[in-house]
């Protein structure tokens, strides 16, 4: 059994949730939204998966007191106690966000995810990798453009379940050769 588990700001935890409905096939309404032709991805047995948990972390002291994360960087900006990064801010936080949630769960592969100006972080930490990457929508959080913010949310949402897909299916090649993607392997 793989075990992932989340720690999500700008994806409201929605990685999570799909994943959880991959694996334990639900259908219709209570069925993933954003995954489709599993097909294409390979044969792994996706009842082979369990989400341990799926945490909405927007905010500072979240990350500290939930996460447990002593010292995170911190925000260039607050919004009610929700955490403002840059790019770059984003890619180190969401990379703390995944090891605070991998240490906390003893999980098998951990995300964690945040935005605030720029494109939104995705981290995916598993024994043998880690991997950053950017959704596709560039905005600003402290603008509050609700559409924009939303089409940041779903491409995040969709680059994070496409690279989980390809690595359950062994397919690291075709990962690094997505956009915006850093693969380290350990």
């Known amino acids: 059994m793989i075990k992932i588990a989340t720690a999500e700001c700008f994806t409201h935890g929605k990685i999570g949730l799909e994943l959880h409905a991959l694996a334990q096939n639900y259908e219709g309404n209570f069925g ?39 010292n995170p960087p911190k925000p260039d900006y607050l919004i009610k106690g929700i955490k403002v990064y840059d790019e770059n801010g984003d890619k180190k936080v969401s990379k703390i966000m995944a090891e605070a949630v991998l240490k906390l769960t003893d999980c098998d592969i951990a995300i964690g995810t945040t935005a605030g100006i720029g494109h939104g972080a995705i981290t995916i930490i ?40 390809l690595f359950l299916n062994n397919k690291i090649d075709e990962i690094s050769t997505l956009e915006n993607v850093e ?4």
Do not use: H, M
């Not at 598993?126 to 491409?155: G, M």
């Open 32 to 70: 993933s939204e954003y995954i489709e032709n599993l097909s294409e991805y390979g044969n792994f047995d996706y009842n082979d998966l369990s989400v341990t948990c799926s945490l909405f972390i927007p905010t500072i002291n979240a990350v500290k007191d939930i996460l447990n994360v002593e």
């Open 183 to 186: 693969i380290i392997k350990k």
């Open 126 to 165: 598993t024994p043998d990798y880690e991997i950053t990457t950017l959704s596709d929508i560039y905005t600003d959080l402290r603008k509050n453009n609700s559409e924009e913010l939303f089409q940041r949310q779903i491409s995040g949402i969709k680059k994070a379940i496409n690279i989980i897909l």
